[in-house]
């Protein structure tokens, strides 16, 4: 199954993002952003690189699935 996805580069606020709880204080983690009508999701060591961006279901779906475990490839 196919769904929509984006990325951007640059040009994006740095104000509303929020960095993942699991980061353990490291460095390495997600950080998110509600962007209107979309969700992004940004590396954390590279806030000014890519931003992927889903839908709020697409989001809410993969936030489900990772959740209960049943993330595919």
Partial sequence: MHR???QFFGGLPDEGWAKSSFSNGNG???EVAD???RVGMRDSKQSDGAVVTASGDGWLAFIGSVTTGTLSN
């Fill in 35 to 37: 962007l209107g009508s």
């Fill in 28 to 30: 390495d983690c997600v």
């Fill in 4 to 6: 929509g996805k984006e």
